[in-house]
Structure formats: structure tokens, C-alpha cells
């Protein structure tokens, strides 16, 4: 089953890519943001509760497509480039076994224990 989720995230991380390439940016762009979403980790310099719920804001799939759908909405490509890179970062995060975090440690998600 681990496997079936992780192919199912390999392709939704893939789809971003081809969604990027309607946008009108540089490829480097993409390559230079990817890893932007991961600054949601800061707030476990507070405590475990304050970065799981930062991690979460920044890794949320509901939150990047509303992201997204808003920029293409009132024609805001930097939203819809944000929305891209949220939900691809996050899909390619859960390829790795990252995702959601529990507030009581940063090895606890909803995937199951790091």
C-alpha cells in the first residue's frame, strides 16, 4: 500500500511540473521555490505545537489548491505559481514518507512514524 500512495504522489508531483509549464516562468524558477515551503519548519524553533501547525499551514494539499484556484480566479499568476509549488512540494515530501505532523513530534505524521 506504501508504495501504491507514494506512485499516487510521484504523479500528482509530476502534474505540477506540467502545470508550471503553462505558467510564464523560467524552469530555474521552479527548481529555486520547490523548497520554499519547508521555511513552515521554523516554528519548531518555538515548540513541537507551534512548528506542527506551521509544517501543516505550509503543507496542506486543500491549502495549495485554494492557492492556486484563487490565482487563476482573479488572474494572479504569482497564486497560481504559489499554489503549484505548495502542492508540489507537498507531494513530493509524502514521496518521501514526509508528511503531516502530529504536535507531539516532528517524526509523527499522518503517514505513520519517520
Known amino acids: 500500500m506504501k508504495n501504491l500512495i507514494k506512485i499516487e504522489e510521484l504523479t500528482m508531483f509530476l502534474l505540477t511540473i506540467y502545470l508550471f509549464s503553462f505558467l510564464d516562468y523560467a524552469w530555474w524558477v521552479y527548481l529555486m521555490l520547490i523548497l520554499t515551503p519547508d521555511i513552515g519548519m521554523l516554528g519548531y524553533l518555538i515548540n513541537t505545537k507551534v512548528g506542527a501547525t506551521t509544517y501543516n499551514l505550509f503543507h496542506h494539499k486543500g491549502i495549495a489548491i ?21 502542492f508540489g512540494h507537498s507531494s513530493m515530501d509524502r514521496v518521501f514518507g514526509y508528511g503531516l505532523k502530529f504536535s507531539d513530534n516532528f517524526r509523527h505524521t499522518h503517514l505513520g512514524n519517520l
Open 66 to 86: 485554494i492557492i492556486g484556484f484563487l490565482g487563476i480566479w482573479w488572474l494572479i499568476p504569482e497564486l497560481q505559481l504559489a499554489g503549484i509549488i505548495l
